[in-house]
């Protein structure tokens, strides 16, 4: 329940005004339907309306873009092109929140304070500082009122949402309007995250090559946290080296992302490239943006671990119980056909036991559209199929990692990375291990 003294708690009077900002930038798309205008049309005129309307509506939209079987081709071509970048606060906000969240004085927890934003996104800022005793800093702001903002753009998606189903029924969307909200309200709670980078800390203790923020709790609040700044050039700066290193890059990708996965259940959500960097030579990687992290039910992994033998096996019976798993409802044979097409796609590299690359010739934004086309074609036929929760995340990550190795032109074998890594997997010992994780950082 959230604290009736908190000036930025979740207000229906902040949440009127947030609708009625974003109804009226969107009313274009809802005209644009009812004039029967194509959905090219309806797509570029919707992309638009969300530029100008920013916040979390921008940033749930660019997320299911990347997820290539939730939207209609014609919508996450366009909302893919939503830029990230947000334009930061100035220097009046930056001083009202940390006067909030640090009390009078604040700038003297500080050897110093940037004042302009090192970077800016839809949900806050990130400032540069240094701390009393020299440490370069990266603190975190959150913009106001994001809790009201998250719960009445949550209210325009299911209307989006809803208006997508009317047109195409391949997918019913109800299961991830509810993943994605409770995702974004995790996002906005910066104690958590702080949590959440020291859960990857301790789950990547015994990979001395992947590095993770270091918090400082004295200076961090619900909205605002303050961690140790990592220095390291992007993902995109290596892509014209020398084939071992970015085979070196892709290995240590591979491993912060799967070895949290199948060891714990837990995976970083958001594989967008500007959250990761490389130190000098590629020596090491600095993971960086907690706030979309998904811990997974030990089940959910005995289907992800059992899906992978059955593929391998070719065994029909081992499949479909993965899907069962899972909690897909009505599964026949057409229904398994078509989830295990998207699947053979999903895992197939994780199956072909060979140096390879993830997806010849195959450009990142594109990759997995003309599978998630033809499984959207046959589940038309099927009716609107309920996806459960749990995929929202699963999907967009593995597709976002999928991209950044071929970005990288990585060739590696990535089924016996991944064998390596679920070698003597048990559902019991994986919920035993999580268990003991989540209790070592208080979650």
């Not at 990230?84 to 640090?102: H, I, S, T």
């Not at 309007?177 to 995702?183: D, L, M, N, Q």
Request: hydrophobic share 45%.
């Amino acid at each position: 329940m959230s604290d009736p003294k908190d000036p930025e708690r979740n207000r229906i009077s902040a949440r009127i005004s947030r609708v009625a900002s974003v109804g009226g930038n969107i009313s274009g798309a809802v005209i644009a339907r009812a004039s029967g205008a194509d959905q090219a049309k309806m797509a570029r005129v919707l992309r638009e309306a969300l530029g100008r309307s920013k916040g979390p509506l921008m940033k749930v939209a660019q997320l299911l873009s990347t997820i290539p079987d939730l939207l209609p081709e014609a919508y996450a071509k366009e909302f893919r092109t939503l830029q990230a970048n947000a334009p930061a606060m100035g220097w009046p906000f930056v001083q009202r929140r940390m006067r909030a969240e640090l009390g009078e004085g604040w700038e003297a927890k500080f050897q110093s304070f940037e004042r302009e934003a090192a970077a800016a996104a839809s949900l806050g800022q990130v400032h540069r500082a240094v701390s009393r005793d020299g440490r370069a800093l990266a603190c975190k702001l959150q913009y106001p009122d994001m809790a009201s903002a998250v719960e009445a753009d949550l209210g325009q998606l299911r209307t989006l949402l809803n208006l997508f189903k009317s047109m195409d029924g391949a997918i019913d969307s109800s299961e991830a309007i509810e993943e994605v909200g409770e995702r974004l309200r995790e996002e906005l709670d910066y104690a958590r995250e702080l949590k959440h980078m020291r859960l990857f800390k301790h789950m990547l203790a015994d990979a001395p090559a992947i590095n993770t923020p270091e918090p400082l709790e004295a200076l961090s609040t619900k909205r605002l946290l303050t961690m140790s700044w990592l220095e390291g050039k992007g993902l995109m700066h290596w892509l014209d080296e020398s084939q071992q290193t970015r085979n070196r890059i892709a290995t240590l990708m591979f491993k912060a992302w799967w070895g949290p996965m199948t060891h714990y259940g837990v995976i970083h959500g958001d594989p967008h490239l500007g959250n990761y960097g490389l130190t000098e030579n590629a020596e090491a990687l600095q993971l960086l943006d907690f706030g979309c992290v998904r811990i997974f039910p030990a089940r959910f992994l005995e289907g992800v671990v059992g899906l992978w033998r059955g593929l391998k096996a070719d065994n029909k019976d081992e499949i479909a119980h993965a899907y069962e798993v899972w909690g897909f409802k009505n599964l026949n044979a057409p229904l398994i056909e078509a989830l295990t097409m998207w699947a053979r796609f999903i895992y197939g590299p994780l199956i072909d036991d060979r140096v390879r690359t993830i997806a010849d010739d195959v450009p990142a934004a594109e990759y997995g559209r003309r599978e998630a086309m033809e499984v959207r074609k046959r589940l038309k036929t099927l009716g609107p199929v309920l996806v459960p929760r749990e995929f929202v995340f699963m999907d967009r990550a593995a597709i976002g990692l999928g991209a950044a190795f071929i970005h990288l032109r990585a060739e590696l074998n990535f089924s016996a990375m991944f064998a390596e890594s679920v070698e003597g997997f048990t559902a019991e010992a994986l919920a035993a291990r999580q268990a003991e994780a989540l209790a070592h950082v208080g979650l």
